[in-house]
């Protein structure tokens, strides 16, 4: 556990840590308290007497955490990496969660909020939140926690705000010794221990005096109080509230309203703090001599005091405000109270001193819901808690998808080059993060995003700069490979740096699956063309891997013959959506500006088809800008042509639903994801070369013209007969539930993982 941030030992939420540490010490959990360096040194002969282990930080740890944050959480992970912790748990989202931040990956990180650190309110000045700097790290802090505690519901609004999302948020509220406060006590005999008189009515607040708890309220209620003529005698307790005294003197209260600074922790059996009894025997014994509990709060997390007044059988009166109504329900088990109205909670306790039967009712009710919140049902929700991370931790598989150009899919307002490669690797990774026994991410390049991104269940790292020189680009990546630590790589598509990828996977003993994306990735039919140093290196890419799939029989035919090694077959997958009932009126063309995916041959076609519409959605590749110009001009200067340079992804779908004839023109492809896509939209396929598997003929889904035009010419006129289009758009959607179904293609990489 990570804690113990300031100097100080004795705030509530020192004193929640002692307690929730020894109680899961007490149940056999092996706990370590980690505190800051000055913390330890300021508190050392009191840190000696838990039972457990408190270890210090390095030194000058707060000086440390302002000016370098980021060597305290190598430090921290330094410290996981020693020692290999099962869990962190760490108190307060700002500084200990933003330091501890750097775990995220590599072991579960639970954050306990605890209010300043979520909570703000420009008027009372309160809250951490109100520096930006500090509320953008509260927010990085709890977006790499696994799970966020909140006490309360309100609690866990503030976290929503942050961008926590509902599925890492949970609610366990402070704990308290139910039965400390519950035993039957002689409330006479008590009052005269502690000197409170017998005759009037008692009220209690507990509490450090602070602009939040509204404090400067009391002398105004007091004074309604007096004025109707109510025997009563307020005490209220804490630090700070000596600082009333001159108002109660001046509005005439000194002999009904009282303060009292400070209260002893200590039990009376025992001269040494047990913060297990925190607080003492006395408070305890103030609660018991008590008639009401009165709160008038201005803005709570949870606010303990009330559940302890609950538990000690108090009627209990607090503001109408956040924290206080998660814990209190109006008219059942207390009574609420709007936070600025003086006149009101005069009233309530006016009602309450003179209704013994309601009285009585709420405090039945108030000591079944503190029941809720005994120490006992806390701690088993968070063994409850600390069991599901650790046992997801070994049983989920991390799995990494490498790919720099996928994400501008992601973001239609990006016009980045990306390939079906790409695609498929963002499907299949899509699909696992559906998955609860895998937690996915990507290593993408950089598009001047965040560092770090969430989308659809992915965790998106930004790790490749493609700006920056060779050395440069493999320090990053190596950083980025490092920190996401997974189980699991997959990698596609030839680059000059997938050699290094494949090098670090097996220096860090990590599973590389390779993942080959064109047939002349398995023959070497380009390397002497283009992409040479891309290819130079693809029998160390291959020999590195620790599984290479292939898209098709030609790919593991040549691949096998060329690398000596077994390979697998997985074909590429595609999610399977209800067909669209969309009017077919476009002959399509999709892809890159390629030389090799001959772009000129779909205009050929549209020129000797005047009468039909065709649409070319045609995206610039990285070179070739005079052909690619050369290109939009020809096709934008043909009536019949409409020129898309760029749709985005999310929006493809529309255009395969509208074809009535998928064109493609490239002397060679893999399996191309715009084959599966016409499949699902019921679109016939016709191409001039590319058959993988020789499928379009076996399953007839469309036809294919072996490269000769010809035979081209006449497949598209056969396809314009609505009957054959129809047939093989049918033969195409049944080919495709059956071979390419995205959820069976997970299942056969899940074999491999």
């Not at 291959?542 to 593991?556: C, G, H, P, R, T």
């Not at 009468?611 to 001009?633: N, W, Y």
Request: aromatic letters at 12%.
């Amino acid at each position: 556990m990570l804690g113990g941030w300031k100097k100080s030992i004795g705030g509530g939420r020192e004193v929640f840590t002692y307690n929730l540490l020894d109680r899961l010490k007490s149940r056999g959990h092996t706990v370590v308290l980690y505190v800051s360096f000055e913390s330890y040194t300021s508190n050392k002969a009191f840190y000696k007497t838990l039972p457990y282990e408190v270890r210090p930080l390095f030194v000058f740890t707060l000086v440390a955490g302002r000016i370098m944050p980021s060597l305290l959480m190598n430090y921290i992970c330094g410290l996981q990496q020693k020692h290999s912790y099962d869990l962190w748990q760490v108190i307060g989202s700002y500084a200990a969660g933003y330091i501890a931040s750097g775990l995220s990956g590599e072991v579960p990180l639970v954050i306990k909020t605890h209010g300043e650190d979520i909570q703000k309110d420009a008027g009372l000045r309160y809250g951490k939140r109100l520096d930006p700097r500090i509320e953008g790290r509260i927010a990085y802090a709890l977006s790499k926690a696994d799970k966020v505690i909140g006490y309360t519901k309100s609690a866990l609004d503030c976290c929503r705000e942050l961008g926590v999302p509902d599925d890492k948020l949970v609610e366990i509220p402070i704990g308290v010794d139910y039965e400390r406060f519950n035993n039957a006590a002689e409330k006479a005999a008590l009052r005269e221990k502690r000197g409170l008189p017998a005759d009037r009515v008692v009220l209690l607040t507990v509490g450090r005096n602070h602009p939040k708890k509204n404090y400067a309220i009391i002398p105004q209620v007091a004074k309604v109080l007096k004025e109707k003529g109510l025997k009563f005698y307020w005490l209220i307790v804490g630090r700070g509230t000596g600082m009333l005294g001159e108002q109660i003197v001046r509005e005439g209260l000194a002999d009904m309203v009282h303060t009292k600074e400070e209260v002893s922790a200590l039990a009376s059996s025992d001269r040494r703090v047990d913060w297990r009894y925190v607080p003492g025997d006395e408070l305890v014994d103030l609660y018991k001599c008590a008639d009401m509990f009165v709160f008038p709060s201005l803005l709570e997390t949870q606010g303990a005091v009330l559940v302890e007044a609950m538990a000690a059988g108090l009627a209990v009166v607090a503001s109408n405000v956040a924290g206080c109504r998660d814990v209190l329900t109006q008219g059942k088990d207390g009574m609420l109270v709007g936070p600025r109205d003086a006149q009101g909670f005069a009233d309530v306790v006016l009602c309450l001193a003179s209704d013994r039967n309601l009285r009585q009712r709420l405090v039945s009710e108030a000591k079944k819901r503190a029941r809720e919140y005994d120490w006992h049902s806390v701690i088993d929700k968070y063994e409850e808690l600390y069991a599901g991370l650790v046992h997801k931790k070994t049983a989920v598989k991390k799995i990494c998808f490498i790919a720099p150009k996928a994400y501008p899919i992601f973001c239609s307002n990006l016009k980045s080059k990306f390939g079906g490669a790409e695609v498929q690797l963002l499907l299949l990774a899509k699909e696992c993060a559906k998955e609860a026994a895998l937690q996915v991410s990507m290593l993408v390049g950089d598009y001047r995003q965040q560092p770090v991104e969430y989308r659809e269940g992915i965790e998106l790292i930004r790790a490749v700069y493609f700006k920056k020189n060779i050395f440069s680009q493999i320090y990053y990546f190596y950083r980025a490979f490092k920190k996401v630590d997974a189980d699991v790589y997959v990698h596609t598509s030839l680059t000059p740096f997938s050699w290094v990828f494949m090098l670090y996977a097996k220096l860090r003993r990590k599973k590389m699956i390779y993942r080959v994306s064109h047939n002349a990735e398995a023959d070497g039919g380009r390397s002497k063309k283009d992409g040479f140093f891309k290819y130079l290196f693809a029998p160390l890419v291959f020999s590195l891997a620790d599984e290479i799939i292939v898209q098709n029989e030609y790919q593991k035919f040549a691949l096998e013959a060329t690398a000596k090694r077994k390979v697998r077959l997985i074909k590429t997958g595609y999610p399977i959506p209800a067909p669209a009932p969309v009017k077919k009126d476009i002959v399509l063309w999709v892809s890159r500006h390629e030389t090799w995916k001959n772009p000129d041959l779909f205009l050929r076609l549209a020129q000797e088809f005047p009468e039909q519409k065709f649409v070319m959605i045609c995206q610039r590749s990285l070179g070739g800008l005079g052909r690619f110009q050369a290109t939009v001009k020809k096709a934008r200067g043909m009536r019949n042509v409409e020129f898309i340079g760029y749709v985005p992804f999310a929006r493809i779908e529309t255009y395969f639903a509208r074809a009535k004839i998928f064109v493609n023109t490239s002397r060679q492809e893999g399996f191309p994801n715009t084959f599966i896509q016409s499949c699902v939209a019921q679109t016939p396929i016709l191409s001039f070369a590319v058959n993988p598997d020789n499928f379009l003929t076996a399953y007839r889904c469309g036809i294919c013209a072996e490269g000769g035009w010809g035979k081209f010419r006449e497949g598209f006129i056969e396809l314009l007969n609505e009957g054959r289009a129809r047939e093989c758009g049918e033969n195409g959607r049944r080919y495709a539930q059956e071979y390419h179904n995205i959820k069976n293609i997970v299942e056969e990489y899940k074999k491999l993982f």
